[in-house]
């Protein structure tokens, strides 16, 4: 039987659907606003069961998903939102055995999303200048149990990186643009660039410096939007708030200087 055991982080989901991520550990306890919820009552349950307060309200207990970790960080800046990290997972073929760089590592919620995909042979090395938000990114790692395959570099990375052949690269950072020569240097043919910028200015100086660059192929922007429907079978709608703009990604192939110098551009009327 599949149950919560000390130092596992659990979710524990309450009667209003509020979500608790908690890492067990045996004599703490959980304080919410239907009361509490001892450590040692959660260890050793069955996932799926619940859980009551001493008020007798009851949590459902749950395993977190990577949505949940990312969502439970600790922060100090704004973070990659899971709408993008799904994406962008995808869009760069993060797979187990993948060597991943990232520069910008902020809180550590995309670092810690492509950890447990790169998982078990991978590696993430993850760039951060301000040793602030590297000490708080290292703790948000390791309570999310991936520091085993990521490397924190304390490192402006106008100097480049230390890796080469990487599989991808991801630049979270405020003038990304700057930063392409390095980006190319560092990744194996074919590998996969990627970028989160918040303003349309920014992608047009990414794109204008990918031009004077070249070596880029297979360039996207996109834009992602999520709307949430209330889950009432029947008065189903859409929740009156939406998660809308959060960022602009970019993403590139890393080819041979002279190659892929041509974009093509995207017209309304083009035919897909």
Known sequence: MNTAQPNEIVLL?????????????P????????????????????FGTTINTQLGHAYLLLQPST????????????????????????RMNIVPGARVVECGTGSGALTLALARFV???????????????????????ERAGVLDVVELKARDIRV???????????????????????VHTALKGGGFFGSLVPTTNQVSEILQEMERLGGWADVEV???????YKPV??????????????????FARAVQRGMGESFRERGDDEQE
């Open 67 to 90: 949505y949940d970790l990312v969502m439970h960080v600790k922060r100090i800046s704004q973070i990659v939102y899971p709408k993008e990290i799904g994406y962008i997972l995808l």
């Open 160 to 182: 480049g990186v230390d890796e080469r052949d990487v599989d991808a690269f991801f630049l979270d950072v405020r003038e990304p643009w700057l930063f392409l020569a390095q």
């Open 27 to 46: 004599g703490q306890r959980l304080d919410t606003h239907h009361g509490f919820i001892l450590h040692d009552a959660i260890i050793g349950q069955p």
């Open 233 to 250: 079978a029947e008065r189903l709608r859409p929740q009156d708030r939406m998660v809308a703009h959060t960022g602009y990604l970019i």
């Open 119 to 141: 998982r078990p042979t991978g590696r993430v090395y993850s760039y951060e200048e301000r040793d602030d938000m590297l000490t708080l990114a290292r703790k948000n790692l």
């Open 222 to 228: 996109v834009e992602i939007l999520t709307r949430y």
């Open 13 to 25: 989901l309450s009667p209003d659907d509020k979500r608790y991520a908690v890492r067990l550990v």
